[in-house]
């Protein structure tokens, strides 16, 4: 019998120093007359989760679709020292920035292992060859790595359309960190699970960021999303109304009266 495999614990994965920080300056994006984004400026630090939140239809995920090269914009979209703003969406995911999907990604008759393999594995051709030798020798450590990360260890032979949403959710992210990321972008992973699974999964989001990668996560949640995030960004009509710390967010005029309401002292007056 072989020896077990080596599989490096998830701690050694590159730290927080060593990744890049995306910073988006000015994007806007148009669908003919509507001005989805105006002239965004969004930082996100590795080993950090930044909050994005504002009402349905203020742009959020046309910014995600904007930084990640699925629509065009204007403005400027760097990852590190390197700008990404003309490169086509692969690579962009090659060069450290990846995404969820707000409408989930799964392949549902598939394992757990191979939905995160088909993500870590980008197709190209010239690697194809290099990957029928090698694939087999890595594949194992690397989805047992990421499914450490993400707290689901040992659920690679599991079939995906077989676990619980939650369970789900966060493959997805898993699919998101496995080919390795300096930033993620997460378009609302807790949709369709209740506030508590919701709670939980953003405390595994806080575990994942603390071993390196940043996180923009988007999510109507406000009370989740202001207990979880370090900085919170909120958007209205495509444009930036506000920036700062949650506390901050909590007590800003402009976000109460835009996206958190009347709080309740004020109307009990
Ligand atoms: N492909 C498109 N073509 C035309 N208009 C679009 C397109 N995608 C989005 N829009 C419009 O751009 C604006 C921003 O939409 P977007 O989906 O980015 O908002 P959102 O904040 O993500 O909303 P939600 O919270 O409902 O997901 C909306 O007015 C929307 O109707």
Redesign the pocket.
Known sequence: MSAPEQIPPAQQISPAQQRKTLRAVGVGVR??G?V?NEDVSITVEPGTIVGLI??????????VDALTGFTKCVGEIRLGDERIDGLPPHRRRRAGLSRTW?SGELFASLTVAENILAAAHPMRPAMIWKDLFTRHHDDAARVERVLDMVGLPGAGGLKAGDLALGQQKLVGVARAIAGGCDIMLLD?PAAGLDSAESVQFAERIREIVKLGPGALLID?DVAMMLSVCDTIYV?EF?RLIFQGTPDEARNDPAVIAAYLGVPMEVQDA
């Not at 009402?55 to 910014?63: D, S, Y």
């Open positions: 669908y003919g509507v989805a504002g009402p349905n239809g203020a742009g959020k995920t046309t910014f707000q609302e109507h958007l495509g």
